[in-house]
Nanobody, 122 residues
Framework: QVQLVESGGGSVQAGGSLRLSCAASGYSTYCMAWFRQAPGKERERVAR????????YYADSVKGRFTISRDNAKNTMHLQMNSLKPEDTAMYYC?????????????????WGQGTQVTVSS
């Protein structure tokens, strides 16, 4: 099991920035990701990074505005969010998989954090 603790959420005005962090402890991870879920909406994969290669994926809705990164020495993942929009408002969850293979949908990740709220006002 991997314990994941998110931090860095908060409230900002549109156009502002936030940096989310996810501290991981326990087993080594194969890939990590950020998901988000807004009230009344389905969970959405925001960004994903493979721990070894550093290969990244971004949802079209955040491409060019968000950057996912990982500090392997500190076992921490970050999500730098710039040019935030009201539609980015959601609970953001850190997820990690200790299994090699798919790192695509939520079902592919076997470890989840508690979430951190991001609220963007217009």
């Amino acid at each position: 099991q991997v314990q994941l603790v998110e931090s860095g959420g908060g409230s900002v005005q549109a156009g502002g920035s936030l940096r989310l962090s996810c501290a991981a402890s326990g087993y080594s991870t194969y890939c990590m990701a950020w998901f988000r879920q807004a009230p009344g909406k389905e969970r959405e994969r925001v960004a994903r990074i493979y721990t070894g290669s550093g290969n990244t994926y971004y949802a079209d809705s955040v491409k060019g505005r968000f950057t996912i990164s990982r500090d392997n020495a500190k076992n921490t993942m970050h999500l730098q969010m710039n040019s935030l929009k009201p539609e980015d408002t959601a609970m953001y969850y850190c997820a990690a998989s200790t299994r090699s293979g798919r790192c695509y949908t939520g079902a592919d990740f076997n470890n989840w954090g508690q979430g951190t709220q991001v609220t963007v006002s217009s």
